[in-house]
């Protein structure tokens, strides 16, 4: 019955569907963008100082040393030859403490991104990794969004385009049941039971408190369960000068997403108390569209109107010189994600 249940809440609710038939419409108007440019590898002039624009393939950590030291986590690279011994002493020395988040240097959709609490839980993480990886100090700010940015190459400031609020998955204990019982309740957390129960276990047959709050998942990811409410209400001068005088600071960085966890809008707004998790390119999707309130007719609008702009970026940096992805370096991108995905899958 709770499988009945669950697929026919995917089933009207079109920000569970395949993302596959999510990008129809959006890849049809990308390939009539590619017609006007002349080519379907101008994303890559969107942001010359990321590999391929941030369309794919590109790397975390090299994105991290394009922003100032003081607006991100402290962060560790490592191969994916890399053995526990030597990681575990270059986390002794960066005096990293637990918990911390691990992930692939070349990200996808949020796989194999995981809170790492201890020594044993990095261990057994590692067995199984086969591709480069960074490590991060845990950011504990209760609230994460994510901000659109957009700046035209000749222009002195950019704006803000979307803000999405990202709302971890939780549970409310009401003194009698337990939490796997809470999340059989909610259809929403339910989808994502089986991530949730390898990550905690028999921890599920905890009774919570009456009104006891607990945190299923504090990575901020759609796909991991946090629901994405759209924010773009709270766009205002001061937000917007506060973004541009950090992106201003990032070389060449005129298109995507920026994920920031903080402690409050005001705070972020005064430029303090937040950390930059990840900055995407080119591929950055509004995900401010990811409201439940909006329809798949309002997303479609909203791709269609962001890839709009990084077109006319890309077609004035091509002008100053950046160079767009020749079609075989296109397909070569295309087959090195492919296998990528493959990988993290």
């Known amino acids: 019955m709770l499988k009945i249940r669950t697929y026919f809440y995917k089933l009207t609710n079109w920000e569970f569907w395949n993302a596959n038939f999510l990008y129809i419409i959006p890849t049809v108007y990308l390939l009539y963008l590619s017609i006007k440019a002349k080519s379907l590898g101008f994303f890559n002039a969107t942001n010359p100082s990321i590999k391929n624009g941030g369309f794919a393939m590109e790397s975390k950590m090299d994105i991290y040393n394009l922003i100032p030291i003081q607006y991100y986590p402290k962060t560790l690279f490592f191969r994916s030859n890399q053995n526990f011994t030597d990681v575990h002493t270059e986390i002794l020395k960066a005096m990293l403490p637990f918990p911390v988040v691990i992930k692939p240097d070349i990200g996808l959709q949020g796989l194999k991104v995981a809170i790492i609490n201890s020594w044993v839980e990095l261990a057994n993480y590692l067995n199984d990794v086969k591709y480069d990886f960074i490590i991060q100090e845990y950011i504990d700010y209760m609230h994460e969004i994510g901000i659109f940015y957009c700046k035209m190459p000749k222009e002195n400031s950019g704006i803000i385009t979307g803000i999405v609020y990202k709302e971890y998955p939780t549970v409310v204990g009401n003194g009698v049941s337990t939490i796997n019982e809470l999340i059989k309740m909610d259809l929403r957390l339910l989808i994502h039971w089986k991530i949730i129960n390898e990550i905690y276990g028999s921890k599920l047959n905890t009774i919570l408190k009456l009104g006891e709050k607990f945190n299923l998942i504090s990575i901020g990811n ?105 079609f075989k370096d296109v397909l070569y991108m295309l087959k090195e994600h492919r296998n990528h995905m493959n990988l993290l899958k």
């Open 222 to 326: 759609h796909a991991r369960g946090s629901k994405f409410l759209d924010a773009s209400a709270w766009i205002t001068n001061k937000l917007t000068y506060s973004i541009n005088q950090i992106c201003q600071q990032i070389p060449d960085f005129y298109f995507g997403r920026i994920d920031i966890k903080y402690k409050s809008i005001n705070d972020l707004e005064m430029g303090k108390d937040f950390s930059i998790i990840e900055i995407n390119g080119a591929a950055s999707l509004p995900t401010h569209m990811y409201d439940p309130n909006h329809s798949i007719f309002y997303a479609w609008l909203e791709i269609i109107k962001h890839y709009k702009i990084m077109y006319k970026i890309a077609i004035v940096n091509h002008q100053l010189g950046i160079p767009y992805l020749s």
